[in-house]
């Protein structure tokens, strides 16, 4: 008999990719991730990782058993959900992982709504970028995450995952008064191609976004200066350090002296958020209200 505890194991080294990191992320000890292993190869009778230089691949009977592990771990959530909503599941604690302006945007609008619609489910809310949420989810760290598409990230038919569109948002060019497109209706991104650019991290979805904007136009920006806080991304604009690309929810509230802001010319690059939880977790009755909230949250 194959224990899901030891398959959850094993989804987390595919993920992860070496046993330290699944160890850490679900709070284990390297040598308990290992014994776990061992053990799952000795239940199936097969080899199921290869351990290498560059970490830990799954081979091809544990590819064969990964693809069961997400029909498997995604029934167990619903069959949570089901026992919960059995129980009736009113009152408990959702954890929402979400980066800042998601949490400004729609996760901050869900919890009022949630006091007034569902005052027994309390959100725990944390700052994570888009990148990070995702995983934090698989782990069961978290139960919702609030991200954004990026590159790499798992896709809406990933087995893993369930995902619900949330909104899409165009970028802003931002540049100084002094800029000589200061005063232009729209702002090409051809026409900025030899500005010093003030941007996020790589690593940051963000990032992603403002490069393939720029490559699309026809050049690879020039990163001076990175920053993955939007507010200090538009006050070093102002300082004349360089122009950038803002999503256009994170320019609210935010101190626009010395800069102007104008749409980019031609398709606008976007970004495009979703909540995600782990397939079978949509219908719990804890977090059925709070992605609903969510919902109507970014569409109000």
């Not at 194959?2 to 080294?13: D, K, M, N, S, T």
């Not at 069961?68 to 954890?95: D, F, K, P």
């Not at 948002?169 to 500005?195: I, M, N, Q, S, Y």
């Not at 300082?239 to 950038?244: E, H, L």
């Amino acid at each position: 008999m194959i224990e899901a505890r030891r398959l959850h194991i094993l989804r987390a080294v595919a993920d992860h990719r070496t046993v330290t990191a699944a160890a850490a992320a679900l709070y284990l000890t390297p040598s308990a991730v290992s014994q776990q292993l061992t053990a799952l190869e000795q239940e199936t009778g097969h080899r199921l990782v290869e351990r290498g230089a560059k970490g830990v691949r799954l081979t091809p009977a544990g590819e064969i058993l990964l693809a069961h592990t997400h029909v498997v771990l995604a029934q167990l959530e619903r069959a949570e959900a089901e026992l919960a909503a059995y129980g009736s599941g009113e009152a408990g604690t959702v954890t929402v992982a979400a980066f800042a302006t998601g949490i400004a945007e729609v996760v901050a609008p869900a919890l009022a709504r949630l006091a007034r619609t569902s005052p027994g489910i309390r959100l725990r809310v944390q700052d994570a970028e888009g990148d990070a949420s995702l995983p934090m989810v698989l782990d069961r760290q978290v139960d919702v995450a609030v991200a954004v598409e990026y590159r790499g990230a798992p896709s809406a038919d990933d087995p893993r995952l369930t995902h619900l569109a949330l909104y899409a948002e165009p970028f802003d060019a931002v540049v100084p008064v002094r800029h000589r497109l200061a005063d232009a209706p729209v702002v090409p991104l051809g026409e900025l191609a030899k500005d010093p650019w003030i941007g996020p991290y790589p690593g940051n979805p963000c990032h992603d976004v403002v490069v393939l904007a720029c490559e699309s136009a026809g050049f690879q920006p020039r990163l001076e200066h990175s920053s993955d806080d939007f507010r200090a991304v538009v006050a070093l604009a102002s300082a004349d350090a360089g122009v950038a690309l803002v999503p256009r929810s994170a320019l609210h509230g935010t101190d626009l002296t010395g800069v102007v802001v104008r749409p980019v010319d031609g398709e606008a690059p976007t970004r495009r958020v979703f909540a995600a939880v782990r397939r079978g977790a949509e219908e719990h009755p804890l977090i059925r209200p709070v992605l609903d909230a969510l919902r109507r949250a970014a569409r109000p």
